[in-house]
Each structure stands twice: as C-alpha cells, then as structure tokens.
C-alpha cells in the first residue's frame, strides 16, 4: 500500500487471511480481510470491499468480539453506502448500533450515526438527518472529525429549508474542527485528508456565495486550493511563508497591470468563478462537474482527433470566461495575462484554445496556471538571489532497453532489426536537445544524451545548480496514485545491465533544485492525480516544491516531431527574444497556430508558477 501497489495489496491481504484462517489465528483472519477491504475500497472496487467487510463480520461474529464486529459492520454499511445501497446500508446500521451498544463505544455510535444522515440526507429525509446528526454529535465525546461531518450535515439539511444563515454557521463549526484536525497531522497525510473533508469546504463556499459574500468565499477557497503544496514550499527555503490563505487584497498586490485572474471552485450541485482585474471584482454561477468534466472530454476527444472541437471550446469558454469583461485584450498586447487556479476537471482544459473574439485566446494573452494564489506567494517568497552554476541542464534521448543499437556489442545493427518492447525511443527528442543547447555557450550547459540521461544526472548538483533544467524524455502519470508519477531516463547502462532510470515524485521532494525553469517535453506531464482541494498532484507540482519557480508541461501526448518543433521556437523566444517563459509560451504556441498547426500540437502545453 505504501509504494502505491494497491492492486497487489488487496489480493496479498486475501491470501494471508486464507493463511490465517488455516492457522486458527482469527482475529489476524478478521484483521486482514480488514485491510483488503480497505486495499479494495482505494480502488474503488465496492463488490470486493463489501466481500472482504462480509468476511470479516463473520469471523468477528463467530468469536465474539462486539466491538470490533461493530466496526466491520460500519465498514460494510460504508461500502454499501457508496455503492448506492442505501437500504442495505441503513439497515446494516442498526446492527452497528447494536454491537456498538453492547461493547459501550459510544464514538463508534457517533460515527454510525453520521453515516445515517448522510444516508437520510441523500433520500430527502430533512428532519432525518437532522435527528442523525445531533445523535452523533451527543455520543462523539470529543471525536472532532465525526463532530465536523455530523455539523456538515445538519448544515446541508439546514440549508435545503433555505436558512443559510443557521447553515453557514453549523458548516462553520465543521470547518473549524477539521483545520484542528488537520493541524496534527504529518506531512504524508495532508493532502489524501483535504479529498476526504472538501465537502465541507465546498458547502461554506456555496453557501456563502448564496448569501452575497463572495469576497469572503474566495478566501475559503483559497484556505482549501493546494494546501498541502502551499506549507510544502514553506519548508523549501522559504523562510517568511504567509501563514494565512491569500485574501483579495493579497492576490490583487501579486497581479500586474493587464492581468485577469480566475479562479474556480467545481462543485457536485453547482461551481463558480471569480474574476479578478485590477480594482474589479467579479464572480459567475457555473455547471456542476459532471456537467463541466464530460464538456472537457469532448474537447479534449475532438483536439485529438485534430478537429479543434470549435462547439464544444465555445460552449466551455462561454461558462469559464463569462466574468472576463468584453472589452479586455480587446486588442493583441504585451503584458495581456490570463492567470487560471483551475479546480476539478478545468485542470484537463487547454485555456489557450478557447475561443476570445473570434481567435483562440493566447492570441489575445498569456495563459499562465497557479495552484493556487497562496502557492504564487510562496514562490516569490523564496531567495531570488539564487545562484546558478549553469545556464542549463539538458537531458534527452535516454536508452530505455538493452535492445537499442546504442548498447554495447548492437553498434551499427538497424534498429528496426532489434528486438522491440518497452519504452519507445524519442529520436527527435535527440535533435530539440542540441538545438536548445546551440542557443547557450559551451561553459553555460550541461547536455547529458544516451546513457549520460540518467537518474544519477538528474539529481546531480550539476542539475540541481542549473537555472533552466529541460528533460526531453517520456512521463509515466498515475492518476491512482502520484507517488507512482515518474520521469523515465536511462533503463540500462552501456553493456545493456539494468540500472535505476525512473526520477520518480518522491525523488522531486527531495531535490533542492534551484531551477528558475523547469520544462517536461514529454507527454501527459501536467496531469497527475486530481485530489479534491489540493489540485492535481503530480510532476509539475513536485518540480515546483523542489524548487523550481516555472514548469512547462504538456496536458496530452504531442507527436515527437511536433514537440520539437515546439520548443525550438519556445527557446527561440527566451533566448534570442529575451522574453520571460510564459510570454515565450504564447509566442511559440501563436506561431504554430499561424502556421496552421491543429491545436493538438501547441495548445497542451501550460505554464505553470510565477510569470515574471
């Protein structure tokens, strides 16, 4: 479970019950179909977890142990529940309370009562919530998680009578208790507990815009937006970090003339946006997600498919953009900015291909992404005295397999003729790099190709000291688990021998790179895992809280060809033009697409961090 194998943990979990049982160890039975069910219930695999939950009651039922047959039987009614089984799940709460009152738990009560109102809630039962909710509340002693949910929903049925002001006030106390909460807990836990709790945020924030104070809503959504990233980069040098979220006069002090920011909060009922320009501010009622996620899939199967998806783009920049007043970028500009702290599935969208007066956007502006405003501060918070020993560090054309002609002993033999399988070697990827390092003095670059594209390059202090690091190989992304998101160099040495190629998330965390630059020319490198509240955890964001300031990444696989195309020009602009990476970003992607070029190959890639 910990390396992100959950799979595998699961079905090993399964077997050593089946071991146990063998051995008349029933508690260590009873405690292993536990974890599988837990394993089962990370993959959202609900039949298996409810078989596992199952397994478990019975052993605890046939050796009598109320309390912990109570908290199997709570799992089970869990599971139940998220599978839509409402009445099974309600009915197996009362059996939670009876083996609960048996064993005397009364936490154990408060918790089976939260999941009844919760249940209540989702059927209509307004005052069977309620009723749930102040029962957990009188058996919690103390248990501040279970207090916040058992207030969040006493909010929720609160506020479908439309008292939002008694509303706004219960979900406040739920918000108090999980900040306490979240406060002692250790780094690695932070970001998976903002996902479980950003319900109770999501509700302060709509309730909140339901009453007119929107200025007090974006704060909420700030305090929530990339937390975890925001206190990680606090500990990465920075030594006067704001502890408070960014407010509105915090983030309009961050923007400069000609800049519109916008910021969203995605919600399951309803989302909304605000906008932010100059004295201005502004805010728009959204579609819910599922309505918003399935209208970034089309546009984003129509931009693979090379049709651009013109409709869909327009209906989606008709809702994104709808708080942009008409009048901005009304003409071609410098310094024409728009700044996005996407949420939800906004995080997938191409900004720069949405339509503005008849053009894609990025003809109008630059498009930079932000975590969040409080992420923003953090970065210029940081040393801007840093030291580079070298211009650049670029790493490109790794050997992948022992069957690649470069290997020792395949000199000369067609790769065509070479055994097949595993990574494909990015060829072009070879041409971009010398084409990026022809820009920079001899003395100023580190160009690490073939076997030289190593793990032990790449965190070497040559990289580490570089002020633009440039990786031109391939990107593994798991949006199950981050700690699996990875960059992969070098699989073998030069005698064709294994050897540690994978840069994996965890390895970014450690890094100290003091890189004003960081550019991922490879495929899916800004995705990762959409974690609700924190963002998408993944590369860019472990590259940013390893020290880099900016990261260009790319939202979809662009052809071999076209990436190099792509970044020749990007390095053009900064180089020979002198322009800073985000407005080098929008000249390479304007060029491709007066060029002709279908929006695939220049409108994944994102700027994401500080713009100046």
């Known amino acids: 479970l910990r390396i992100g194998e959950t799979g595998q943990a699961a079905d090993r979990f399964g077997r050593a019950a089946d071991l146990f049982k063998t051995s008349n160890a029933a508690p260590a039975e009873a405690g292993a179909w536990e974890s599988a069910a837990a394993a089962a219930t990370a993959l959202e695999d609900h039949h298996g977890a409810e078989r596992s939950w199952r397994r478990a009651v019975a052993v605890y039922e046939r050796i009598g142990e109320p309390q912990r047959l109570a908290g199997a039987r709570l799992g089970l009614a869990s599971v139940q529940a998220d599978a839509g089984d409402h009445k099974a799940a309600l009915a197996t709460i009362d059996l939670v309370e009876a083996a609960a009152v048996e064993a005397g738990d009364r936490p154990l009560l408060a918790r089976a009562a939260v999941l009844e109102a919760r249940l209540r809630f989702a059927s209509g039962d307004i005052q069977g919530t309620v009723s749930s909710a102040r029962r957990a509340l009188e058996t919690a002693d103390g248990a501040r998680l279970t207090a916040a949910w058992a207030h969040h929903w006493w909010a929720r049925a609160v506020a479908a009578g439309d008292d939002v002001r008694q509303a706004l006030a219960l979900n406040q106390r739920a918000l108090e208790g999980v900040e306490s909460l979240r406060s002692t807990l250790g780094d690695e836990y932070r970001s998976a507990f903002a996902g479980t709790v950003h319900d109770i945020y ?32 606090g500990r990465a040098g920075v030594e006067e970090l704001p502890t408070a979220p960014a407010n509105l006069a915090g983030i309009r002090a961050m923007l400069d003339p000609g800049t519109v920011l916008l910021e969203f909060a995605v919600g399951d009922s ?6 932010i ?71 997938l969208l191409p900004f720069a291909a949405l339509p503005w007066r008849g053009r894609p956007l990025v003809d109008r502006a630059e498009v930079v992404v932000l975590p969040s405003a409080g992420a923003l501060a953090a970065v210029r918070a940081r040393d801007p005295q840093r030291r580079h020993q070298l211009e650049i560090a670029v790493l490109a054309d790794p050997v992948f397999r022992a069957a690649d002609q470069r290997v020792v002993g395949l000199e000369g033999v067609p790769q065509a003729a070479v055994e097949r399988g595993g990574w494909e070697r990015l060829r072009f990827s070879r041409e971009e790099a010398q084409s990026i390092a022809a820009l920079f003095d001899e003395d100023e670059r580190l160009v690490a190709l073939d076997f030289e594209a190593s793990r032990e390059t790449a965190l070497a202090i040559g990289v580490g000291s570089a002020r633009i690091v440039h990786l031109a190989t391939h990107g593994v992304i798991d949006a199950g688990d981050p700690r699996r998101c990875a960059i992969i160099l070098s699989q073998v040495d030069r005698r064709g021998l294994p050897v540690e190629g994978t840069l994996r998330l965890v390895d970014l965390w450690r890094m100290d790179l003091a890189a004003d630059l960081v550019v991922l020319s490879g495929c899916d490198t800004a995705r990762g895992r959409l974690v609700r509240g924190e963002g998408m955890i993944g590369l860019t964001q472990g590259f940013l809280q390893a020290g880099a300031d900016t990261v260009v990444a790319s939202l979809w696989a662009v052809r071999d060809r076209a990436a190099t195309e792509f970044m020749t020009i990007l390095y053009g602009a900064m180089v020979d033009d002198g322009l800073r990476p985000a407005a080098a970003l929008r000249a390479a992607q304007r060029t491709l697409a007066d060029r002709g070029r279908p929006a695939r190959d220049w409108a994944g890639f994102v700027v994401q961090g500080e713009w100046r």
């Open 270 to 275: 309803g989302s909304w946006v605000w906008a």
């Open 202 to 233: 999501a509700l302060q924030i709509d309730l909140l815009m339901r009453s007119g104070a929107a200025e007090q809503a974006l704060e909420i959504r700030e305090r929530a937006a990339a937390r975890s990233l925001v206190e990680s980069l």
């Open 277 to 347: 320009a100059g004295d201005s501010l502004s805010w728009c009622e959204l579609p819910p997600a599922e309505t918003l996620a399935a209208d970034v899939r089309r546009a984003l199967d129509g931009i693979a498919a090379g049709d651009d998806a013109d409709g869909v783009l327009s209906g989606l920049a008709d809702h994104v953009l709808a708080c942009v007043p008409s009048e901005t970028w009304a003409d071609a500009v410098a310094g024409a900015r728009l700044v996005v702290i996407p949420d939800g599935p906004l995080h």
